[in-house]
């Protein structure tokens, strides 16, 4: 079990430009969760997939971000047409349908808009 | 509306004192409650975490958490700090009908020599 793992860890980016990144959960966890943290704050809930179906988005993921999770294994988090508000801490998470395991998260993309 | 509060936003303590974290909560019902914490740049680790049973849980570290239903909240302790307890902690809330994780502010802890 080598944890949850996240790449890249930072990305630098030009106002404008599209991103991706990626999170491969614990392998038997069937729940995949993304965050987003921003300076001082608490993780803020993005979205959520139980196996391959995505099946909660918050308000706060606009049109210009998008996730999926093919196969129900790894997931991506797209952000299009990049802001300065983006700039962020991006956090993926998994457990298993329940959360008595707890939730497992990843060292996080730090993403940074110029 | 549902929220979880860490009144505390930044709290100094000396090397070897004792620590007391607070965390309040507002849901329907007795949700799952975790703390975790995350050191500069790093993701979160989980301390420990309370569903049923016993209101006072251990986790790892040497920390522990005393639930009360009466006051919605799940403070976290530590008897001793050390100097690696300096890290921004979070106490997390999932209803349990509902397993997405909401988590409070944080607390910023810094430990002086």
């Known amino acids: 079990d080598t944890g949850v793992s996240q790449n890249p860890r930072h990305k630098i980016t030009k106002r404008g430009q599209n991103v991706t990144f990626r999170c491969d959960p614990i392998s038997e966890h069937n729940r995949l969760y993304w965050y987003r943290q921003t300076l001082g704050q608490g993780p803020e809930f993005l979205t959520y997939f139980q196996n391959e179906a995505q099946l909660e988005k918050s308000r706060l993921l606009s049109d210009r971000f998008s996730a999926e999770r093919p196969k129900g294994s790894f997931s991506t988090l797209e952000i299009q047409r990049t802001e300065q508000g983006d700039s962020a801490m991006y956090l993926c998470?998994?457990?298993?349908?329940?959360?008595?395991?707890?939730?497992?998260f990843g060292s996080g993309t730090r993403l940074t808009v110029v | 509306a549902q929220s979880v509060t860490q009144p505390d936003i930044h709290i100094t303590v000396s090397e070897g004192a004792s620590l007391e974290l607070r965390c309040n909560y507002s849901y329907g019902a007795t949700p799952y409650l975790f703390w975790y914490v995350q050191s500069p740049g790093q993701g979160l680790q989980l301390l420990l975490k309370y569903f049923s049973g016993d209101t006072l849980v251990q986790g790892i570290k040497g920390f522990e958490a005393e639930f009360k239903r009466s006051q919605s909240s799940f403070n976290l302790r530590k008897p001793s700090v050390h100097w690696s307890d300096a890290a921004e902690y979070f106490c997390?809330?999932?209803?349990?009908?509902?397993?997405?994780?909401?988590f409070g502010a944080g607390t910023t802890v810094t430990v002086r020599a």
């Open positions: 998470a998994s457990n298993e349908n329940s959360p008595e395991g707890g939730y497992t």
């Open positions: 997390a809330v999932a209803p349990s009908n509902d397993y997405k994780l909401s």
